[in-house]
C-alpha cells in the first residue's frame, strides 16, 4: 500500500497515511481517544501501538524491529531507547540541490 492514499468515496482534501512515527501517532490520539476511552494519554496510545507493532513481528518471526529518525528529533530518540530500542547506525545524507 502506498504511503499516501485517496479513497474516491472520501470528500474532496482528505488524504490518508500511515502514521509511522511517534509524532504521526500523536496526531491521531485525539481520534483514538473518541475510540478507545481507555486511553489515558497521547504517549500512552503510542506505547501501546510500539507494543502491538512488537507483537505483529513476533508472531509472523520477524527476528527484528527496526526504526529510525532524524538525529534532530531527539523526543523519538528518547522514546524509542525507553522502548527498548538501541542506537546502532548512523545515516548520513547529502543533498544534491533542487
Keep these: 500500500m502506498p504511503e499516501h492514499w485517496n479513497d474516491p468515496d472520501t470528500p474532496t482534501g482528505i488524504t490518508f497515511r500511515h502514521a509511522t512515527t511517534p509524532d504521526d501517532l500523536a496526531a491521531c490520539y485525539d481520534v483514538i481517544a473518541a475510540l478507545r476511552p481507555v486511553l489515558r494519554s497521547a504517549e500512552d496510545w503510542i506505547e501501546r501501538a510500539l507494543r502491538q507493532m512488537e507483537r ?8 527484528k524491529l527496526v526504526r529510525d529518525t532524524a538525529v534532530s528529533n531527539t523526543d523519538a530518540q528518547r ?17 544534491l540541490g533542487k
Excluded: H, Q, V, W
Design 56 to 63: 505483529i513481528a513476533r508472531d509472523t518471526e520477524c527476528e
Design 79 to 95: 522514546f524509542y531507547r525507553r522502548a527498548g530500542f538501541e542506537n546502532i547506525a548512523l545515516g548520513l545524507m547529502k543533498s
